[in-house]
């Protein structure tokens, strides 16, 4: 057997094992739940990606830690540069791959929502739901995109089944997402002032 298809049995062994205490399937979460639960989130853009053996035994695996150069925080202070460390990888001629886990790339631009960074296997509130794309749109503008790269139009739908076509035509801008992101931080029953 060789050490890719190893670690795979033993990362499927790991996730069946946890699926006793905890769904596998992700359930996408709402634009209020990313908001709450959501520790830190930043628009950054990544600048290094590297992959290292952690543990010993049976507690070994493989992580990636993947940092960003921070360009604004919009919830908390993730300070100038944040790395995020999430199971899986690539070290040499072995790999671990976790089902659904965002993959970075250098250069990529991004708005994460961050929860349990370092103790939780993808530090994003529902995995890859909690990651949006900024990407240039034909017009010059800066676009939000979901996981699956389509236009953010419209943040009531997020987490929720579509019916019919979004009130919105226009696709969301980073800064429309990010203000819609401040105004629900403000919101926050924490952030409101003693009566």
Same mark, same amino acid.
């Given at each position: 057997? +060789?050490m890719k298809?190893k670690?795979?049995?033993l990362?499927?062994?790991?996730?069946?094992?946890?699926?006793?205490?905890?769904?596998?399937?992700?359930?996408?979460?709402?634009?209020?739940?990313?908001?709450?639960?959501?520790?830190?989130?930043?628009?950054?853009?990544v600048? !290094?990606?590297?992959?290292?053996?952690?543990?010993?035994?049976?507690?070994?695996s493989?992580?990636? /830690?993947? +940092?960003?150069?921070?360009?604004?925080?919009?919830?908390? *202070?993730?300070g100038?540069? /944040?790395?995020?460390?999430m199971?899986?990888?690539?070290?040499?001629?072995?790999?671990?791959? #976790? =089902?659904?886990?965002?993959?970075?790339?250098?250069?990529?631009?991004?708005?994460?929502?961050?929860?349990?960074?370092? =103790?939780?296997? #993808?530090?994003? #509130?529902?995995?890859?739901?909690?990651?949006?794309?900024?990407?240039?749109?034909?017009?010059?503008?800066?676009?939000?995109? !979901? *996981?699956? !790269?389509?236009?953010?139009?419209?943040?009531?739908?997020?987490?929720?089944?579509? =019916?019919?076509?979004?009130?919105?035509?226009?696709?969301?801008?980073?800064d429309d997402?990010?203000?819609?992101?401040?105004?629900?931080?403000?919101?926050?029953?924490?952030?409101?002032?003693?009566?």
């Amino acid at each position: 057997m +060789t050490m890719k298809i190893k670690q795979f049995v033993l990362l499927t062994a790991l996730l069946g094992a946890a699926a006793t205490t905890r769904a596998t399937t992700v359930i996408p979460p709402t634009f209020d739940q990313l908001v709450d639960q959501a520790e830190f989130i930043f628009q950054g853009t990544v600048t !290094d990606i590297k992959s290292q053996w952690i543990g010993e035994g049976a507690e070994r695996s493989i992580v990636t /830690y993947v +940092t960003f150069k921070v360009e604004e925080s919009v919830k908390g *202070n993730a300070g100038q540069s /944040y790395t995020i460390r999430m199971l899986g990888g690539t070290v040499g001629e072995d790999t671990i791959e #976790v =089902s659904d886990a965002p993959r970075f790339q250098a250069g990529d631009r991004e708005i994460v929502f961050v929860e349990h960074n370092g =103790s939780q296997f #993808v530090p994003l #509130v529902g995995i890859m739901h909690g990651r949006f794309h900024v990407r240039r749109n034909q017009a010059g503008r800066d676009i939000v995109t !979901d *996981n699956n !790269d389509e236009p953010v139009r419209d943040l009531t739908r997020l987490g929720r089944e579509s =019916s019919g076509p979004s009130p919105r035509v226009t696709d969301l801008t980073s800064d429309d997402f990010k203000a819609a992101v401040k105004e629900k931080v403000q919101a926050a029953p924490s952030n409101r002032p003693a009566q």
